[in-house]
């Protein structure tokens, strides 16, 4: 009997909003199940058992129960510490392949999903333990079940055999029915949201009648801003806040409440939400500090909290955070403690700072910056970054959202949501802690190499997040994207009334890797009817200082018409103070004429803001006070851009894996190594190597010179011998390798200089000789909470001094091994540079797509180092000439898959173990 899976123990939102636990089955679950069975109406049950069935014996009692995890398994969904659906499979004896499912879910709770998160489950479990098909024999009555499966994406076959269906089906994830699950996920969370965003009611526990406080400022702003519902504030000590009446208790509140805010000091909180529950409240803000922030008796009180919220199938924003704002016209809500309350618009927000928050609505304020709804997350208990990304996806008030981010709590996840997301909006992210004190040690050239920020620009880039580097950026950004289409491309046309702030415009979109083309003569010529002989036409279009708002309205249309240029920024220095308005209606009036076709931005270099000059009811013109600032937002913008034009690609499945050759090589390693791991043998090395297909040249391990020479008598060909030392990274720094080796005295000579050259001698590696080709880098490490990383470069012994690699985050696309090996400075060489010969470009990217599958695969390997792998001439492959392997035990049923659980809400059990 295999070990209880406790890393499926997980909650789950539902199609209504609601979240239910979800866990294997126990021994001890009988009772439970008993009281299940008789809570089932008569047709479920005939549904489930194919006859009338009025009990379940002991003995069947104790066999639903008891499974082993392997050939029998069976998932429970509770609510209320009761169980209110079942889930199960038996393997097929005589076709182990296959396993017979069924399930059944209490009349009440049907319509809700569960049975599709039930067969999640079990197919997730399925495939993990080697089973390639699923069959159930379903009542033509019994339409939901049907539906159930029709509606899962998976390849069905269905028959009828004396008026019962046979259904089977593949539990391959196909496309299909990863979309149903990602449908299933994202209108599930979004609706266990919708109460948060908008309540009908809300209570706030806590409400002071001290203005100055949390309580007082939080309470004011909602009554202040017009919620559209009841506020009741409840405070224990006081008759009346505000002038209105308080409760003792949300309890003593007559009316349903559907959202609380909790501004109580943390040792009351867990009562203030047990007192929630009880009320039927559907979400909770948790305004409160003193919880994980402060260290482990902290995260024990936050843990009470949320378990307390999870039974009850509430959701919970922080704590520790500063609250939640809509500024739909429909709710109306400031429920924040916040001073300042934003214009309604189109940007949605969320940061981990609560202080930060308060900055960032300020900002928003005074530049005029849209905002649809704004969430300070605080600890991420439950609600996450993740979880509103998905409400976001599909809110039609939001066009661009904008993220503040700490850290990750399932960045596997998150890749995965912003990639899908980020191709319909915009998704903006400020991530702090991009150095750090202590970079993690490394003990191998990829350990070295990956900085503690490279994982979070590898993440971001293959999502398409546009990743700003200051707040200030950000908002930079954001004003841009959030009032004008996406850029088409790089070219820009620019206008000023100045000369030197055209040169600066220009210097800073080309130093951003854009273009500024010169224009045609015909397009010259259009401009020049209304400009004087001192003008500059050729771009930047230099209009001189006498120029004013027909010279403007004229040139900007000619330019925004025309198909020479992507992108226009018009610049403007006022010449006196009466000129201004003017100038700013021409923008305007250009900026609606060309509204959503090309990207139109402006630069006013006066400390006289014209923000609310240049916006209009249906259109607004971003703009900046230099141009360096509207430069970086502009290249941003267009990476964007040309992001969005790239396919997606698509993790290829190589049929000549022996994954579980792998699996036995690291398993056995480990069980030499001990709990704390280490470096494979080369022998173990290369065979881990070969069951992913990823070539290498003839080797043998020797430990004596006699050894030595008959391991190259028998490879018959000039070799290279190499020391084995855990010890030595650098292994040719220290005279540890000698190539070329010919002779039996040239064999034994080099046998002993590469022994003496190390102190920790663990072998001798003699291998066949590879010339020629280039010498190129493919590594892996594992990231604490990224998890795998690849890495790609050009080798040998300089790679961390010149650094020119590049990264990306398992899994790794066709598309994306391809960009990885073309997108670092000395990808020119293996294309043929000068005397430089081509390599095989597509051995490599398979190389790359090898290890990303390996590293999936196989999470107990931490690094690894392929370098030098050589790059052979076009179409003769490539070969991993030395490579190195460190292994440490992972958690139990660790899966790339299960960290990813399409529908799961808050963290993962296992992602702290990826």
């Known amino acids: 009997m295999s070990k209880y899976p406790a890393e499926y123990e997980i909650d789950i ?68 510490d009761k169980i209110i659906a079942v889930g199960r499979y038996d393997r097929d004896a005589e076709d182990p392949a296959y396993a017979e499912v069924a399930f059944v879910v209490e009349d009440q709770q049907q319509s809700r999903g569960i049975g599709s998160q039930l067969l999640q489950l079990m197919t997730t479990h399925a495939r993990k333990r080697g089973i390639t098909g699923f069959r159930a024999f379903v009542l033509p009555e019994n339409v939901q079940m049907m539906r159930l499966f029709r509606n899962s994406g998976y390849r069905l076959e269905r028959t009828l055999d004396e008026g019962v269906y046979s259904v089977s089906f593949p539990v391959a994830l196909s496309e299909d029915a990863r979309a149903a699950d990602e449908e299933r996920e994202q209108r599930a969370v979004a609706a266990s949201l919708l109460p948060i965003f908008y309540p009908r009611s809300i209570a706030v526990i806590g409400a002071s009648r001290n203005r100055a406080s949390i309580g007082g400022r939080l309470f004011h702003n909602l009554v202040k801003g017009n919620f559209s519902g009841p506020v009741f504030p409840v405070n224990p000590k006081a008759d009346v806040v505000n002038s209105i009446r308080t409760h003792k208790s949300v309890l003593d509140i007559a009316d349903p409440v559907d959202l609380a805010f909790i501004v109580v000091p943390a040792r009351f909180a867990l009562n203030a939400v047990k007192e929630c529950a009880e009320k039927g409240v559907r979400g909770i803000v948790m305004i409160t500090a003193g919880f994980s922030e402060l260290g482990e008796e902290g995260r024990l009180m936050e843990q009470d909290l949320l378990e307390v919220v999870r039974s009850a199938g509430m959701r919970m924003v922080g704590p520790n955070c500063m609250g939640v704002l809509n500024t739909d016209v429909a709710v109306s809500m400031d429920g924040t403690f916040a001073p300042v309350f934003p214009p309604r618009g189109n940007v949605a927000m969320s940061s981990q700072s609560g202080a930060l928050g308060i900055a960032i609505l300020d900002y928003a304020l005074r530049n005029n910056i849209g905002i649809s709804t704004f969430v300070s997350v605080g600890n991420k208990a439950d609600i996450s970054g993740n979880d509103l990304l998905l409400y976001w996806e599909g809110d039609p008030a939001t066009d661009v959202i904008v993220l503040y981010l700490e850290s990750f709590g399932n960045p596997r996840r998150f890749a995965r949501i912003a990639k899908r997301i980020a191709r319909k909006k915009p998704i903006l992210a400020v991530k702090s802690g991009r150095t750090s004190a202590g970079t993690r040690a490394a003990s191998s050239h990829t350990g070295a190499l990956a900085s503690a920020d490279v994982a979070v620009d590898a993440l971001f880039h293959q999502a398409g997040v546009i990743r700003t580097n200051t707040l200030e950026e950000l908002f930079d950004v954001t004003v841009l994207l959030a009032n004008q289409p996406v850029p088409a491309g790089r070219r820009v046309g620019v206008i000023t009334n100045a000369g030197g702030p055209g040169i600066l415009a220009a210097d800073a979109l080309e130093s951003n890797g854009l273009t500024l083309p010169e224009f ?229 000579k080099a046998f002993q200089k590469v022994t003496s050259a190390v102190d920790q001698v663990e072998g001798v590696l003699i291998q066949e000789m590879v010339t020629g080709g280039h010498e190129v880098l493919v590594g892996m490490t594992e990231d604490p909470l990224f998890g795998p990383l690849i890495v790609f470069g050009m080798g040998g012994v300089l790679v961390e001094l010149v ?66 792998v050589m790059v052979l001439a076009p179409g003769e492959g490539a070969k991993a000439v030395d490579a190195r392997i460190r292994v440490t035990p992972t958690a139990r049923g660790w899966s790339p898959e299960l960290v990813d659980l399409p529908g799961q809400v808050g963290r993962p059990k296992t992602a702290s173990s990826s």
Request: aromatic share 8%; with cysteine; charged share 30%.
């Open 13 to 80: 939102a539902l199609r209504d909003g609601g979240v239910v636990r979800f866990r294997p089955i126990k021994p001890d679950d009988s009772q439970k199940l008993y009281e299940h069975f008789h809570r089932l109406g008569p047709e479920s049950r005939y549904f489930r058992f194919f006859r009338v069935k009025k009990d379940l014996s002991p003995k069947e009692l104790e066999y639903f129960s008891n499974v082993d995890y392997d050939h029998r398994m069976a998932f429970v969904a509770i609510h209320d």
């Open 520 to 748: 045609s003569e015909e397009l010259q010529g259009k401009l020049r009817e209304v400009l004087s002989e001192e003008a500059s036409t050729r771009n930047p279009v230099d209009l001189i200082a006498s120029a004013g708002a027909a010279e403007y309205a004229h040139c900007l249309n000619a330019m925004l018409e025309s198909d020479e240029v992507d992108a226009v920024i018009a610049s403007y220095i006022p010449a006196s103070p009466l000129g201004t308005p003017e100038i700013a209606a021409a923008l305007r009036e250009a900026g609606a004429r060309n509204h959503g076709k090309k990207t139109f931005l402006s630069v006013f270099m006066s400390y006289d803001h014209p923000g609310d000059l240049l916006a209009g009811e249906d259109v607004r013109v971003p703009t900046y006070l230099f141009p360096e600032a509207a430069a970086v937002a502009l290249a941003r913008a267009v990476r964007y851009g040309e992001w969005l034009q790239t396919a997606e690609g698509e993790v290829p499945t190589f049929k000549d894996l022996d994954t579980e050759a792998g699996r036995e090589i690291v398993a056995r390693a480990l069980e030499r190594l001990g709990p704390e791991g280490g470096w494979l043998e080369p022998d173990e090395v290369e065979d881990v190597l070969s069951s992913f297909g990823i070539r290498l040249p003839e080797s043998k391990l020797v430990l004596s010179e006699e050894e030595a020479v008959q391991a190259a008598a028998e490879i018959g060909k000039p070799v290279a011998v190499k020391v084995v030392s855990s010890s030595a990274l650098h292994k040719s720094d220290l005279g540890g390798v000698m190539l070329g080796v010919r002779e039996e005295e040239g064999i034994r």
């Open 803 to 868: 650094g020119d690699v590049s990264f990306r985050i398992t899994p790794v696309t066709d598309l994306e091994a391809a960009a990885m090996v073309r997108e670092i400075k000395s990808a020119k060489l293996l294309e043929g540079y000068r005397s430089y010969p081509a390599g095989d470009i597509q051995a490599v990217e398979e190389v790359i797509l090898r290890v990303s599958a390996l590293a999936d695969a196989l999470p107990e390997i931490r690094e690894m180092d392929l370098n030098p």
